[in-house]
């Protein structure tokens, strides 16, 4: 039998939660952005989310500072961009972005390598006429002006920029020499595909080894051979994992031409500043870049030495410009980037190449659309889905509890309250967005909490079947209910929490939501559930039989004492 309580302050406990929920709706009101608009998921507002793979030339797993860094440019790419409700996450050796509309694309570009070298033409074919002549041995032509695209790759800056420092390298910059000389050694020949057997990494490791070894030759014979096999319509293995102290052959970024292009003579960690322009002589495009002292003085001599020449810029093994050389630019002077841009792109591209290279190369292993319509159905889905159980909770209450269902409801009520505005300053502070599999979880808390309710007026019931009446049983049920509350508590958020450390993506907005609610649970009952019955315990009104619903255990009650009783007097008998 469990003692009393002694003296209670129900009021006290109102207090307390009140006060929790001003606070709480005191920060969403008057902190951050002011919005009491909880962070939506793209399932539920529409939008993409995109999976990329971390690719390492020799198939290990990717270092998390590696992915760190990578999380944290690709961060500033998205605030250069200017789109907002974007998000990156690192999930295990993946990277996930979220980017809020229909356009794909957009996401993707974020996580574009954006390794960039500059490196001299020394041949060029157009794909049409290489496939045309396949029978024959392809001979790659000396480096030409090309007739459709023969921009000036220099164009005098206003004034002098201030260098922009990049927050982490992504590589060792290679020392930039007027005049590099190749390696003299030959590669071995190109690798067989990796056998059914072989594991991802392996498979993308010997892509790449394979793709080096052929395209990265010094072998003039083997170069001959990269030209005429490479096909620039499929994806390239050797994406933003090209040595750039080696020899090239890359396709041009629309495909229609393939360059054979000497070692690098700047790297792209050489850039200060990028942007993009519109140049109105020429009615196109372009991306004004600045280098670096040393990145200026290299292309200084460069274009000084190599008038008529070709100049290829690469990004992420491709070809975007291979302007000729029409004069020497001067050290510090600006020089442009130029192709088939549109307003669009150009700005991606400068934004990418001002912030710097990833670390990492990576492919996109999973890209998920949502529309905004799609999005709205789902979330009124969820919302009918909340209400539905709420009201069936609540329905249940009233029928089996009578008047002590309306205390149910409205603990259920203010709980909603509270989670509603921890939900808005979570999505503010640490970015948790609420998608579908977190709407199930609170959800699925709406029966967790009817369920301590349960709890602790069935311990309510036990006491008045040993014949006390609803005042005295209130506190001695409520002694005997709060460590089983507390006891089920425990184990549901002990399985949220490691449900969340387990799962990755959506799992883990649903584990986490759950473990919320389980916390929730324990404050609500402890400070709402519990006085309001104690309150309603003193009152003449709420211990009426025909309003608690409690008459019929307090006949059992009485049926009770009238046995014990007649068995009392058969004994003496």
Avoid at 506 to 533: E, M
């Amino acid at each position: 039998m469990a003692p009393s309580t002694g003296t209670v302050h129900p009021v006290r406990y109102l207090a307390l939660f009140g006060v929790l929920v001003v606070a709480l709706y005191a920060l969403v009101f008057f902190t951050g952005d002011k919005s009491a608009t909880p962070k939506l998921g793209i399932d539920l507002q529409g939008g993409t989310r995109v999976t990329l793979t971390a690719r390492t030339p020799d198939g290990s797993a990717p270092s998390q500072d590696s992915l760190k860094q990578a999380q944290e440019i690709i961060e500033t790419r998205v605030n250069g961009l200017g789109v907002s409700g974007s998000e990156v996450v690192v999930d295990g050796d993946n990277l996930v972005i979220t980017v809020p509309g229909d356009d794909s694309a957009q996401a993707r570009s974020l996580g574009q390598t954006a390794r960039l070298y500059i490196r001299p033409v020394t041949g060029s074919i157009d794909v049409a006429t290489r496939d045309a002549n396949r029978t024959a041995t392809p001979e790659v032509p000396a480096a030409e002006t090309p007739a459709t695209d023969a921009p000036a790759p220099e164009a005098p800056a206003d004034g002098t920029q201030t260098p922009q420092n990049r927050p982490f390298l992504a590589q060792d910059p290679t020392t930039p020499e007027a005049t590099p000389a190749p390696e003299t050694t030959t590669p071995a020949p190109p690798v067989d595909a990796p056998s059914d057997g072989t594991d991802e990494g392996d498979a993308a490791a010997a892509e790449i080894a394979a793709a080096r070894a052929l395209r990265q030759s010094s072998d003039p014979t083997v170069q001959q051979q990269a030209v005429a096999n490479l096909d620039c319509s499929v994806a390239d293995p050797l994406r933003g994992n090209d040595d750039p102290t080696l020899p090239l052959v890359a396709c041009s970024q629309d495909g229609l031409n393939i360059y054979l292009l000497g070692p690098s003579i700047i790297d792209g960690q050489e850039i200060a500043d990028a942007s993009s322009v519109f140049n109105s002589q020429q009615s196109r495009h372009e991306i004004s870049l600045s280098f670096k002292t040393t990145g200026s003085n290299t292309w200084a001599e460069f274009t000084s030495a190599n008038i008529g020449k070709q100049a290829a810029f690469t990004l992420d093994s491709k070809v975007v410009s291979a302007p000729t050389i029409q004069g020497a630019t001067p050290a510090g002077s600006a020089t442009s980037i130029t192709g088939s841009f549109t307003a669009e792109s150009a700005k991606e591209l400068a934004n990418t190449l001002k912030y710097g290279s990833l670390p990492l190369s990576f492919a996109a292993s999973e890209a998920e659309t949502v529309s905004a319509t799609l999005g709205l159905a789902s979330l009124q889905a969820a919302l009918i889905a909340g209400a539905v159980g709420l009201v069936l909770v609540l329905l249940y209450c009233l029928v089996y509890y009578r008047m002590l269902g309306v205390l149910t409801a409205l603990s259920l009520i203010l709980s909603g309250v509270m989670v509603y505005a921890i939900m808005v300053l979570l999505g503010r502070y640490i970015g948790f967005t609420l998608d579908l599999a977190g709407m199930a979880g609170l959800i699925i808390g709406i029966g967790m909490t009817a369920d301590s309710f349960v709890v602790f007026f069935e311990r309510i019931k036990d006491e008045m079947r040993e014949g006390r009446s609803f005042r005295s049983a209130v506190p001695r049920g409520w002694a005997r209910a709060r460590r089983t509350i507390l006891s089920g508590n425990a184990v549901s958020f002990i399985a949220a929490a490691v449900l969340y450390v387990l799962a990755v993506g959506q799992v883990r907005g649903f584990a986490f939501t759950l473990g919320l609610t389980t916390i929730l649970d324990v404050i609500v009952v402890f400070l709402v559930t519990w006085p309001l019955v104690s309150m309603a315990s003193r009152s003449a009104f709420w211990s009426k039989p025909s309003v608690n619903g409690l008459g019929a255990v307090q006949e059992v009650a009485r049926e009770r004492k009238v046995a014990a009783a007649a068995s009392a007097k058969e004994t003496r008998a």
